[in-house]
């Protein structure tokens, strides 16, 4: 079992950076592949990024691909996804999602943070 909570949300400006952060419970983070997905209001969540479980994989969608970066330290249990030049566009929930299977079935979720975005 494991438990993510995310952090960092906030309100910012057009062109603004935020970074966010997702802190994992237990032992086998390490071993899972992990996803970044949003849901902005009135519209179906969508995938944002993923990462491997070792950190050498990424994959974006092209909506925020060169401004969007994932990484993870699994020493310390945390994926983080640093948002840079965000645009109105950005504003959702953001969720943290962890995949245990490895086959892009995301299993485990977040509570989701608000990210905010004022043109």
């Known amino acids: 079992q494991v438990q993510l909570v995310e952090s960092g949300g906030g309100l910012v400006q057009a062109g603004g950076s935020l970074r966010l952060s997702c802190a994992a419970s237990?032992?086998?983070?390490?071993?899972?592949?992990m996803g970044w997905f949003r849901q902005a209001p009135g519209k179906k969540r969508e995938f944002v990024v993923a990462?491997?479980?070792?950190?050498?994989?990424?994959y974006y969608a092209d909506s925020v691909k060169g401004r969007f970066t994932i990484s993870r330290d699994n020493a310390k249990n945390t994926v983080y996804l640093q948002m840079n030049s965000l645009k109105p566009e950005d504003t959702a929930v953001y969720y943290c999602?962890?995949?245990?299977?490895?086959?892009?079935?995301?299993?485990?979720w977040g509570q989701g943070t608000q990210v905010t975005v004022s043109s």
């Open positions: 999602a962890a995949d245990s299977s490895r086959r892009s079935n995301y299993d485990y």
């Open positions: 237990g032992r086998t983070f390490s071993s899972y592949n």
């Open positions: 990462i491997s479980w070792s950190g050498g994989i990424t």
